[in-house]
């Protein structure tokens, strides 16, 4: 992880594609070969005439990666297979086992799906923000 990194086309679009598809920018820095973190959070906001192309397709990206939060949102919420475990009850020499749910996997996925979701909410706030719309019937303006 070096922290010297000089912005390349290359890397900034690796950056773009994998952000997009639903990896963290901390995910992404930490591979060998990309720069630490905050050079690319760095990257995001500088003024800096050489960075446009990436700081434009920023916001597309960051849209994507939420669309991608929601397709993990599914499958976490789809997957059921540590719901239950298997615990062994009884005296020794007369155990026996049963099934029981299994709370902290049911809750740790709960706090999986409401992380995304805030982030998709702060990431795509048009598409996945709470909207309020105040209107008069049937979608009209208000008559006063």
């Not at 070096?2 to 997009?20: K, Q, S, W």
């Not at 630490?36 to 192309?53: K, N, P, S």
């Not at 007369?94 to 979701?117: A, G, P, T």
Request: charge should be negative; aromatic fraction near 6%; include cysteine.
């Amino acid at each position: 992880m070096a922290n010297h990194f000089v912005y390349t086309p290359e890397i900034g679009d690796e950056i773009l594609r994998r952000f997009a598809s639903g990896e963290t920018i901390k995910r992404i820095c930490d591979d060998a070969h990309m720069p630490h973190r905050g050079r690319v959070y760095e990257w995001i906001g500088a003024d800096d005439e050489r960075l446009a192309d990436f700081q434009k397709r920023f916001p597309a990206a960051r849209a994507a990666h939420a669309l991608a939060l929601s397709d993990d949102i599914v499958d976490i919420a789809d997957d059921g297979s540590n719901d239950w475990m298997t615990v062994t009850k009884g005296s020794p020499g007369n155990e026996y086992e049963v099934e029981v749910i299994n709370h902290e996997h049911i809750q740790r996925s709960k706090l999986r799906v409401d992380v995304r979701l805030k982030l998709m909410q702060h990431h795509a706030p048009n598409q996945f923000g709470d909207q309020l719309a105040i209107t008069g019937a049937n979608g009209g303006p208000i008559e006063i």
